[in-house]
């Protein structure tokens, strides 16, 4: 019969031997999930109007969501989901964007438009409380939602969406206060790319791509680049 130190010794190797092991596999684990969030062509605001059913895309805006539908069709790689918002210009600019992919898109709401905190006091002020924090509650859950890692492969998902719903989630990918997330102009049908690592990790591996729109065909939020045509939404 063995000893209950030698049993003790035999299964305390046993547990080091099996986390080794799990540590090994996992540091193997490396597929990444890339994340491709595409902002909405051009669009003629309306004050009031409603965003689901109004605020479609004007001409410009169907051409530049066909520029960057082409773009993600050239690149050597095919999207696993492409998924939108359910506000009618992110939802025009998705339906240009799937039959040059392939894939149909698929709605989640909760990637809508709306405006969370930021250090401008102008803005704080324009916006209820209640909305903000609905804002950033939303915003929370899409994060944990869509910001996940895929450590047995590579994947690869298109969210056609907001520039504030994209410059806060940079803004968080970058560990950054995400109030400051207005400090980023980003273009229409733009390309930003978050890369989430089989560790939980993200990094920003481009934001606000343009390159498929000619410099005349863009048109940015805030002061934009210094070309094209900024908008102050």
Known sequence: MKKPHATRAVLAMLVAFFMVATAYAQSERSGVHYLYLIRHGDYDYERGADPVAALGLNELGREQARLVGE????????????????????????????PLIGIPPVIDTLIRECTPATERDDIMRRESPEEIAACEANLTVAWRKHATASPDSNRRDVLVCHGNVIRWMVARALGDDPRNWLRMSIGNASITVLAIH???????ASFSDTGHLPAGRQTWTGSGAGWGSAKPR
């Open 71 to 98: 773009r993600l069709a050239a690149l050597p790689l095919r999207p696993h989901a492409l998924i939108a918002s359910p506000y009618r210009r992110a939802r025009e600019t998705a339906e240009e964007i799937a």
């Open 198 to 204: 089989a560790d939980g990790s993200v990094r920003v």
